[in-house]
């Protein structure tokens, strides 16, 4: 059984039929453009074999009226019926004489797009010589953005979402005179532009019948994208209009499946979309007017990732089809449907279909593969993505975007629920949960996504690749080892328990945490979220021992002050850095008396850092030194600073001239620390003799790590994670067989834990 998202098939929809009375007008508007001319239909017999169906056909938008897109299709229309309707013009009138009413009443049109209908909304503004503002979320490549505004439209970028860019463009028609919102989405109060977009669309409908004809062929299956479901209704109202209905498959990413979860829900639903290279379905909200036909007509929902959709990409440049992201969509969504057993009803040896290829090449991002899902290859995969994180490597650092982008792909093409945490730019966390029916307990596995700098790495810091060290096999790469086997392992075990069909009580998570190696922001912020879990691994690289407990720290700067003067004026300097060796003195003496832990040992001090003076020849006003406390947990940050102060107190009563500021606190870590009798602790003992046929140590920790944040919060956690050399290394590996370990003692420890 798989773990990805399950096909939608409707099973209300045998029966259903749909009118689809002719557009009056409609095609001599379209036949009137300069270069109007059907766009190919294109056989693909080699793909029909493959399939074992009688015929594949796409239609290639690659090419319309000189766009790269089906789009102008519909939004021609919906601007020709708008600017009409807005100056009381019969749908008759010409393109020449529209042109004309609409400068002089300074007409400007307006719409939210993320890429094709947005240049097809500026292109009919600019045929008619008057002003187009588009409004387009951030995440809109500039590359796409150049191709707008090369229209000749003034671009609006929106610091939101795609649906936040529609919210916008709302709001510009209310303080705007003039302005035509032109949107291929409806919503309550607006209905009649999205519906003439979608009468629009009917001429790529016709053309199709009318070559399909020509050719002696009767389409049985039409499989279109999806996005808002504009173009996908006019699909429906025209295929269940037919004399023979045909059935109809509708198609978006993974990581906007408005369409599908609403079918799944009953109900129109709005979802948070994540990236995508398929930029015109990044839609979180079927269009209302669609919504109910669509419900009623389509026959089934596929939902594909970005790398089926590269993939059904290039497949069509190989048979000179010149189709980009959602154009290949149609293909991959075949391909997922071919492999299910439920789609006998829509594909069989007679089958006659058709795919929507509805727009053309561009450029875009190449995807890495989210079907991945063996600890193995997801471990490569992660380490291929460049997370170092920025605020240790200022000139190399790019922080977790990418990587928790992957992440969001990767849940969604599995249904799996995830939240998206970001209060710092550009340091996102991701939290994944596949939830239980309710009675168990939860499980979280806690791993983060960042690294350190990749410069220091000897040879391809981002290879991946698959070798031999010290006679074992091992995976190669910056974070391999630290930690992104582990977190591999950890989503490994979420999709074992998805495909395996059998739902925990208890809920399963995976926190995919940003900026460990430096500040732990990622755990920190998932903690301020309310994430909790009755237990908690963090697969950290412990050579595969149990660290139930480890050390605390608590970073104090100490400032001794003295008087700044030349140095030639002994009389009124006071040399502070001087003053400082009696601070280092009593502190060399003070940590022979901290206090010991029954496992952790005795909690240890060092001096990290000394900064002082400004030149050879001046006496320094100011030392600061940072004193680093490795903690047990009988010590607390009042009685660290209370012990400095007193010492700084007692050289200052010994030592008149000797002068400080009040030692403060500016990094603090709490100690983490599990019994080894712990039930939880005894859990993962048991999974890991099952798995390995014997017991792992079960020790405490020299590091720090985020598991003390989780035991603050009362989330009792181990750090128990896979076999390898190389922590911040010049060179890093991590055990090909340790980690396959790893995915079978945490899908055990979830059906042991959660179940």
Same mark, same amino acid.
């Given at each position: 059984m798989?773990s990805?998202r399950?096909i939608y ?6 029966n ?5 009375p002719?557009v009056?007008?409609l095609?001599?508007?379209h036949q009137s453009f ?14 029909a074999t493959?399939l074992?169906?009688?015929?594949v ?5 690659s090419?319309?009226f000189?766009?790269?897109?089906f789009?102008?299709?519909g939004a021609?229309?919906?601007?020709f019926r708008a600017?009409?309707?807005?100056l009381?013009l019969?749908?008759t009138v010409?393109?020449?004489e529209?042109s ?5 009443a300074?007409?400007i049109?307006?719409t939210?797009?993320?890429g094709?209908?947005g240049?097809?909304v500026a292109f009919m503004?600019r ?10 979320p ?7 953005r150049?191709l707008?505004?090369g229209?000749?439209?003034?671009l609006?970028v929106v ?5 936040q860019?529609?919210q916008?463009?709302?709001d510009?028609?209310r303080v705007g005179?003039?302005?035509?919102l032109?949107q291929?989405?409806a919503?309550?109060?607006y209905?009649?532009?999205?519906m003439?977009?979608v009468e629009?669309?009917s001429?790529m ?11 002696s062929?009767s ?10 479901g504009?173009?996908?209704?006019a ?7 037919q ?11 993974d990581t906007?499946?408005c369409?599908?979860s609403s079918?799944?829900?009953g109900?129109?639903?709005t979802?948070q ?5 398929m ?13 109910p036909n669509m ?8 939902t594909?990732s ?5 993939c ?5 440049t190989s048979k000179?089809?010149?189709?980009g992201p959602c154009?290949?969509?149609?293909l991959?969504a075949?391909r997922?449907l071919a492999t ?7 594909l069989?040896?007679d089958s006659?279909?058709i795919l %929507?290829?509805?727009?053309? &090449? ?6 890495? =593969? +989210?079907? $991945?899902?063996? *600890?193995?290859?997801?471990t ?5 993505i460049n ?6 490597s200022?000139?190399?650092g790019v922080g977790?975007?990418?990587?928790a ?11 799996i ?7 710092v730019?550009?340091r996102p966390s ?15 596995f806690?791993?983060?996504t960042d690294?350190v ?6 040879a ?14 091992v995976i190669f790469?910056r974070?391999?080892?630290?930690m992104?086997?582990?977190l591999?392992a950890?989503l490994?075990a %979420?999709?074992a328990?998805? &495909?395996?069909g059998?739902?925990?009580?208890? =809920? +399963?998570i $995976?926190?995919a *945490?940003s ?6 922001q990622?755990t920190q912020?998932?903690i ?5 879990a009755d237990?908690a691994?963090?697969p950290?690289p412990?050579q ?7 050390k605390?720290?608590v ?9 700044a003067?030349h140095?030639?004026?002994?009389v009124?300097g006071?040399?502070?850095?001087l003053?400082?060796?009696?601070f280092?003195?009593?502190l060399?003496k003070y940590q022979?008396?901290?206090?010991v832990?029954?496992?952790l040992g005795q ?5 990290g ?5 400004e030149e050879?020849?001046?006496?320094p006003?100011k ?11 009988a ?5 660290i600073?209370g012990?400095i102060?007193a010492?700084?107190?007692e050289?200052a009563?010994q030592?008149?001239?000797?002068k400080?500021?009040?030692p ?9 620390k ?5 039930p939880?602790?005894?859990k993962?003992?048991a ?6 046929g014997?017991?792992?140590?079960v020790?405490a920790g020299?590091f720090w790590?985020?598991a003390?944040l ?6 009792p956690s181990?750090?128990?994670?896979p076999?390898g050399e190389?922590l911040?290394a010049k ?8 980690l396959?370990h790893?995915e079978?003692?945490f ?6 834990f959660c179940?």
């Amino acid at each position: 059984m798989s773990s990805r998202r399950s096909i939608y098939f409707n099973p209300a929809v045998a029966n259903e039929r749909s009118a689809s009375p002719q557009v009056e007008g409609l095609t001599a508007f379209h036949q009137s453009f300069p270069n109007y001319a059907p766009t190919p239909l294109v056989q693909l017999p080699e793909l029909a074999t493959e399939l074992g169906v009688g015929h594949v056909l796409v239609k290639d938008e690659s090419n319309r009226f000189g766009l790269p897109s089906f789009k102008v299709l519909g939004a021609s229309w919906g601007c020709f019926r708008a600017i009409a309707a807005q100056l009381g013009l019969p749908s008759t009138v010409s393109l020449d004489e529209l042109s004309s009413r609409a400068k002089e009443a300074s007409i400007i049109l307006t719409t939210a797009s993320m890429g094709n209908h947005g240049r097809a909304v500026a292109f009919m503004a600019r045929l008619l010589g008057i002003e187009a503002r588009i409004f387009v979320p951030r995440s809109l490549s500039q590359w796409t953005r150049d191709l707008i505004a090369g229209e000749g439209a003034r671009l609006v970028v929106v610091h939101g979402d795609y649906d936040q860019a529609v919210q916008d463009a709302v709001d510009e028609t209310r303080v705007g005179r003039g302005v035509l919102l032109i949107q291929d989405t409806a919503f309550e109060g607006y209905e009649d532009v999205p519906m003439w977009i979608v009468e629009g669309y009917s001429t790529m409908m016709h053309e199709v019948q009318n070559e399909l004809a020509r050719l002696s062929l009767s389409g049985s299956l039409m499989i279109t994208p999806a996005g808002v479901g504009s173009l996908a209704h006019a699909v429906a109202k025209h295929c269940k209009s037919q004399s023979t209905p045909m059935s109809v498959v509708a198609v978006e990413p993974d990581t906007a499946a408005c369409l599908s979860s609403s079918l799944t829900a009953g109900k129109p639903v709005t979802v948070q979309t994540s990236s995508t290279i398929m930029d015109g379905m990044d839609c979180g909200t079927v269009s209302s007017t669609a919504w109910p036909n669509m419900q009623r007509l389509v026959d089934a929902c596929v939902t594909v990732s970005s790398y089926e959709s590269h993939c059904a990409v290039q497949y069509l440049t190989s048979k000179s089809v010149a189709a980009g992201p959602c154009g290949g969509a149609s293909l991959a969504a075949l391909r997922q449907l071919a492999t299910s057993k439920e789609a006998t009803s829509l594909l069989n040896k007679d089958s006659v279909v058709i795919l %929507l290829s509805t727009e053309g &090449a561009r450029e875009y991002p190449v995807p890495k =593969d +989210v079907s $991945v899902e063996d *600890v193995v290859g997801l471990t490569q995969t992660l380490t291929q993505i460049n997370s170092s994180n920025p605020t240790l490597s200022v000139t190399d650092g790019v922080g977790e975007t990418e990587i928790a982008n992957y992440l969001a792909a990767w849940f969604a093409h599995r249904d799996i629920e995830h939240h998206w945490i970001e209060k710092v730019a550009g340091r996102p966390s991701l939290v994944g949960v596949l939830r239980g029916s309710g009675g168990g307990k939860s499980l979280m596995f806690n791993g983060h996504t960042d690294t350190v700098s990749l410069s220091s790495y000897e040879a391809d810091p981002l290879s991946g690749s698959i070798g031999i060290k010290n006679g074992k096999e091992v995976i190669f790469g910056r974070g391999c080892l630290d930690m992104k086997g582990g977190l591999a392992a950890g989503l490994a075990a %979420l999709a074992a328990t998805k &495909a395996s069909g059998c739902v925990p009580r208890g =809920d +399963v998570i $995976v926190a995919a *945490v940003s900026d460990e190696e430096d500040a732990s922001q990622g755990t920190q912020d998932v903690i301020e979220a309310g994430w909790r879990a009755d237990a908690a691994v963090l697969p950290e690289p412990t050579q595969a021992a149990i660290f139930t407990a480890h050390k605390g720290f608590v970073w104090v700067e100490v400032d001794i002050l003295g008087v700044a003067a030349h140095g030639s004026d002994p009389v009124s300097g006071e040399d502070a850095i001087l003053y400082a060796g009696s601070f280092l003195q009593a502190l060399e003496k003070y940590q022979s008396q901290l206090p010991v832990d029954d496992l952790l040992g005795q909690g240890s001090l060092h001096c990290g850092l000394i900064r002082g003076g400004e030149e050879p020849s001046s006496y320094p006003d100011k030392c600061t030194i940072t004193v680093e406390f490795r903690t047990v947990p009988a010590q607390t940050e009042a009685s660290i600073l209370g012990d400095i102060s007193a010492l700084l107190k007692e050289i200052a009563e010994q030592k008149p001239r000797f002068k400080y500021a009040e030692p403060r606190i500016t990094m603090s870590r709490p100690t983490q620390k599990v019994a080894a009798d712990h039930p939880f602790v005894q859990k993962a003992v048991a999974c890991a003799s099952a798995v390995l046929g014997s017991k792992p140590a079960v020790k405490a920790g020299p590091f720090w790590t985020d598991a003390a944040l989780l035991g603050a919060v009362g989330i009792p956690s181990i750090v128990y994670g896979p076999a390898g050399e190389g922590l911040h290394a010049k060179e890093e590996w991590v055990e090909v067989e340790s980690l396959q370990h790893f995915e079978k003692m945490f899908t055990q420890l979830v059906q042991d834990f959660c179940y």
